[in-house]
């Protein structure tokens, strides 16, 4: 991910002990700020504060997920991996303060040299390798407190994840899926994590992973920026993954003949798709590449990297140096950061300061005329209470039902239910019909799509949904007229499969979706071969950044592999 940052988003606003200068970007999960620190005696320093999303700090899973990134980064101290300083909260915002880094995203690199048509020297990009393997390697052989093996992998080893500095520096950034023993959430079965067209053959197949899955992702990462061209380019993200799970990678010199043939082996030894061919450890390839920069040429070092990156940047770093100096010349006061306004940073993000904060009121001028104020005061409460007086007497009878609990799309109950003529109050559990997962009425076959808010409208029935290609499907409706005497929406009905040995299910959403099964989460799309009871299933599709909620209904057979690829737009 790398950060855009225009002028007109130069609106600070003060974060606790930190300023806020600008929006970067926006993930999954977290949103990410240029920031500044004031100290005492004019000390200030520039740094990125990364946020978790507001409707997500809320959800325990999320909030792990989060609090794991900074956990494991803050363990690791080497010149190649970005550091960590702070993590906290405010109020209801959980924050990680960490290092700022000048530069730009090897992915943005690689696209500027295409745009620019400009080559990436293979020295350059061989040495960017070499430091990237040299932090990755710190992180494989980090210990604990205890002195035992953390087991980092980062899982996401990709072009977005490595960044080039203006001085000529390598970080990696994102230990956000990372895998070590200290996690307090692990991946479920059948969940994938990470960039598919970055994964390795084992990642892809669920498999137990170790550094050299790492490895395998930096060889692709090391083929790509040699070639200036993706390695793995498929229509759809099932065809991608097969062909990493096959692993049948050409010879870089195939697309560039003057890359020497020593750093193609290289390359090539990487990306072995047997995992025992490949170097045993990130720093066995960091030696090897250094071994081959010593041959090629002497300038290969950080200020060769300084001065490539000087002359494909140069805008972007006047601009975003812009940025930083006029917003470290407008220093913020201890005052506004306690009692400031945080609500008006961005138009699409929400702040709110503690409810405990006290809110500070202007001082009032002492009042020498205190009486006329309190008859005034006895004259408008006589007042009030006459109007309430006769207000309670003119009342319309209350009803006895309680209020109804408003549907709360985050709540398993509730997403993806059919409208009830009377809604679900507090003490009514919801129709067994809304819950997800729950069984239904013998639907005609093929899956079955359904928007996830409020069902079907009347007269409207769930049809099978039009096929295009292998497996791939589209929404369709089809009308057809009520029933008569048709069960309510309440009415209790089977909320078990049929009986029968469980089934797998390889499901490919397009875009990503997070699958709910009777109310838990089996993880985001793709799932691959996750075990599910055999029969007819429904299941929900969530992706709150496209608005999606989806139910879907698919048949699960009984021992075999059941492969769906939907589409929801």
């Not at 990410?32 to 990125?48: C, D």
């Not at 009342?395 to 209020?403: M, N, Q």
């Amino acid at each position: 991910m790398y950060y855009t940052m225009r002028m007109a988003d130069v609106q600070p606003r003060q974060f606790g002990k930190y300023r806020l200068i600008t929006k970067l970007a926006t993930g999954g999960m977290a949103e990410i700020f240029l920031a500044s620190y004031q100290g005492i005696g004019g000390f200030s320093k520039v740094l990125v504060v990364k946020k978790i999303l507001p409707n997500l700090s809320e959800e325990p899973r999320f909030l792990e997920m989060f609090l794991d990134e900074a956990r494991i980064a803050a363990m690791l101290n080497h010149p190649n991996v970005v550091q960590i300083f702070d993590l906290g909260r405010i109020g209801s915002d959980y924050f990680i303060a960490m290092e700022y880094l000048a530069g730009e995203s090897l992915s943005y690199v690689l696209k500027e040299c295409r745009n620019q048509k400009k080559a990436f020297p293979h020295w350059l990009a061989a040495s960017v390798v070499a430091q990237t393997a040299e932090g990755l390697h710190h992180a494989h052989v980090a210990t604990g407190k205890d002195g035992q093996p953390l087991g980092i992998v980062h899982r996401d080893v990709s072009p977005q994840n490595i960044f080039l500095l203006y001085d000529g520096g390598v970080k990696v950034v994102d230990f956000g899926i990372a895998r070590a023993t200290t996690r307090t959430t692990q991946t479920r079965t059948g969940m994938l994590k990470g960039k598919y067209a970055y994964m390795s053959p084992e990642q892809v197949a669920g498999n137990d992973l170790d550094c050299r899955s790492d490895i395998f992702s930096l060889g692709i990462v090391l083929w790509e920026s040699l070639v200036l061209r993706k390695l793995f380019i498929q229509e759809n993200d099932l065809d991608l993954l097969k062909a990493v799970e096959k692993a049948d990678i050409p010879d870089p010199r195939t697309f560039r003949a003057t890359i020497p043939e020593p750093l193609a082996l290289i390359c090539q030894k990487s990306m072995a798709r047997d995992k025992e061919r490949r170097y045993a450890s990130a720093n066995d390839m960091a030696v090897d590449l250094r071994r081959f920069l010593k041959t090629c040429r002497a300038d290969w070092d950080n200020p060769a990297l300084a001065g490539f990156m000087q002359s494909l940047c140069q805008k972007r770093i006047e601009k975003k140096k812009a940025i930083i100096d006029q917003a470290l010349s407008d220093p913020v006061s201890l005052e506004k950061s306690l009692f400031g306004d945080l609500t008006t940073f961005s138009s699409d993000t929400e702040y709110s300061v503690p409810h405990n904060t006290p809110s500070r009121q202007p001082a009032q001028p002492h009042d020498r005329t205190g009486m006329p104020k309190v008859i005034l005061l006895v004259v408008m409460a006589m007042l009030l209470g006459g109007g309430l007086t006769w207000l309670w007497a003119n009342r319309e009878p209350a009803s006895s039902a309680p209020h109804a609990r408003p549907p709360d799309p985050d709540r398993p109950e509730d997403a993806g239910a059919p409208p009830a003529p009377t809604p679900p109050t507090e003490n009514e559990p919801p129709s067994p019909a809304a819950e997800d997962g729950g069984a239904t009425d013998p639907p005609p076959d093929g899956a079955t799509i359904e928007d996830g808010y409020g069902g079907l409208a009347a007269g409207e029935a769930a049809a099978p949904v039009s096929q295009r290609g292998d497996n791939d499907y589209r929404l369709a409706k089809r009308h057809q007229k009520p029933k008569k005497n048709s069960k309510p929406a309440t009415a209790p009905q089977d909320n078990h499969p049929p009986p029968g040995p469980p089934g797998q299910l390889r499901l490919l959403t397009n875009p990503w979706t997070e699958v709910f099964y009777n109310g838990k989460s089996l993880g985001q799309t793709p799932l691959v071969d996750i075990e599910l009871p055999s029969g007819r299933i429904k299941l929900r599709l969530v992706n709150r950044e496209r608005g999606i909620e989806k139910t879907v209904t698919v048949t699960i057979e009984p021992g075999k592999k059941t492969v769906e690829k939907l589409d929801l737009f």
